[in-house]
């Protein structure tokens, strides 16, 4: 079975500072994608990054970074400089990349993270 | 190009009703996912829908279903409304390829069951 593990309900930051957001996952299959999203309190889900399976480098995107050990089964998320508006609930999600079964993505239970001035 | 949009935002509803909920994907994604989001059960994968059929289904009693249509617009129902089903439900599309077939979601539509 497939499965999420954010491990930190709750994180907070000094606003410049950075952060890392941990995120462990469990599956058998070879070929995997990997997510974080960002949800304001608004409740829309912002795509942030992305981490293939195979992709020997690890992602970044501005200053977002994804920390991908594959050995370790770990995909943490590094927000650099943090800014007031960072402040959100986190989500690390994998999807199964099989042309077979679709789109069907697992959620970790998320990191609410407040940046404090 | 215009995001994911889901109508309605907010919904209350009765124990007992039933509910439609309708999201519409970015043009030109055909796949079109169905989160539930609870503050005990985070998120829960419903069903997606790929070119009018369920290509795959979560763990959830057959109260809830859904459609899609040609023009990729899906639908959810809830019937016999539980209050367990207040929720926030999220709509998420999919491009048609690509390496990261990452989801866009919509900005959701609360539904509160009384």
């Known amino acids: 079975a497939q499965k999420i593990t954010q491990t930190q309900p709750g994180m907070f930051v000094q606003e410049k500072e950075a952060v890392t957001l941990d995120c462990t996952y469990d599956t058998s299959d070879p070929s995997y994608g990997l997510f974080w999203y960002k949800q304001p309190s608004s409740g829309e889900m912002i795509f942030l990054i992305y981490q293939g399976s195979y992709d020997q480098q690890n992602a970044t995107e501005g200053r977002y970074s994804l920390n991908f050990q594959k050995a370790r089964k770990s995909a943490n998320l590094v927000i650099s400089a943090s800014q007031l508006g960072d402040s959100a609930m986190y989500f690390c999600?994998?999807?199964?990349?099989?042309?077979?079964?679709?789109?069907?993505?697992?959620f970790g239970t998320g990191t609410s993270l407040t940046v404090i001035p | 190009k215009a995001g994911v949009t889901q109508t309605p935002r907010y919904l209350i509803k009765t124990r007992g009703q039933q509910v439609t909920l309708s999201c519409s994907p970015i043009s030109g994604h055909r796949s079109v996912s169905w989160y539930q989001q609870t503050p005990g059960q985070g998120l829960q994968f419903l069903f997606e829908?790929?070119?009018?059929?369920?290509?795959n289904k979560g763990n959830f009693p057959g109260r809830f279903s859904g459609r899609q249509f040609s023009n990729s617009r899906s639908e959810m129902n809830v019937s016999t409304l539980e209050l367990g089903d207040s929720a926030l439900y999220l709509c998420?599309?999919?491009?048609?390829?690509?390496?990261?077939?990452?989801?866009?979601f919509g900005p959701g539509t609360r539904l509160t069951v009384t």
């Open positions: 829908y790929f070119s009018e059929t369920q290509r």
């Open positions: 999600a994998m999807r199964r990349i099989n042309p077979n079964t679709g789109n069907q993505f697992y």
């Open positions: 998420a599309s999919s491009p048609p390829q690509g390496q990261a077939y990452e989801q866009y």
